[in-house]
């Protein structure tokens, strides 16, 4: 059964604190691995996608990363406004998307 | 480009009350999805639209829930009977034809009494 696990679930930082998201996953005929960011109340809003291990992707403070098995969002010096739920998701051969349950992540000031 | 727009942003209803949501893709995407998303959850696949083409619902898509796609352009999604387990945010995503990447759009919040 194809599934998406996020960890951890929530995470809070000190701005400046670098850290990584991981997504783990397991699918048959991976289509790309995708990054959403959503804030609350509102719909995601898409980051990167990856298509094959070894591939990166950097964005201002977020780089992502695949293997075979995981992605990373890596957040280097994270400022409050990076306060946010991260969503990872995978698109299968019928296109859809399966999502993990998100990270939670608080930066403080 | 204006983005993905959904109607209405908030709907609270009665226990046994049909409601319909509306979504507007970005103007050329043929590719229409549907996803429900409870409180601490990703989001769900519910169903796909290519051009007026419904090509796979869900298994959360029971007999009470009905997707439309007029035409190829905009959707309706209607939740017959509503119950209160059908309280969540209802998100449309679209795709155009040349790209993977979904585009969301701002959900609808429905509140089931």
């Keep these: 059964e194809d599934q998406v696990t996020q960890s951890p679930e929530a995470l809070r930082l000190q701005e400046g604190e670098s850290s990584s998201l991981n997504c783990s996953y397991t699918v048959s005929g991976l289509r790309g691995l995708f990054w959403y960011r959503q804030d609350p109340g ?3 809003e898409f980051l990167f996608t990856l298509y094959s291990a070894g591939e990166e992707k950097e964005k201002e403070r977020l ?3 695949l293997t075979k098995k995981e992605s990373f969002l890596h957040i280097t010096a994270p400022k409050p406004e990076d306060s946010a739920t991260y969503l990872c998701a995978v698109q299968t051969l019928g ?3 399966i999502f993990g ?3 939670t992540l608080q930066v403080k000031p | 480009d204006t983005g993905v727009s959904q109607n209405p942003r908030h709907k609270i ?12 893709p970005i103007s050329e995407h043929n590719r229409l999805y549907w996803y429900r998303q409870t409180l601490g959850q990703g989001p769900e696949f519910l169903t796909y639209f290519q051009n007026e083409a419904q090509l796979e619902k869900s298994r959360l898509l029971s007999d009470r829930f009905s997707a439309e796609r007029p035409k190829g352009s905009f959707s309706t999604l209607e939740i017959q009977r509503t119950e209160q387990g059908d309280s969540a945010m209802y998100l449309c995503a679209s795709r155009g034809g040349m790209t993977d990447t979904q585009y969301f759009g701002p959900g609808t919040r429905l509140t089931v009494l």
């Design chain 1, 42 to 44: 509102k719909g995601p």
């Design chain 1, 63 to 65: 780089k992502a990363t």
């Design chain 1, 95 to 97: 296109g859809k998307l």
């Design chain 1, 101 to 103: 349950q998100g990270t």
């Design chain 2, 13 to 24: 209803t009665k226990r046994g009350q049909n409601v319909t949501f509306r979504c507007d």
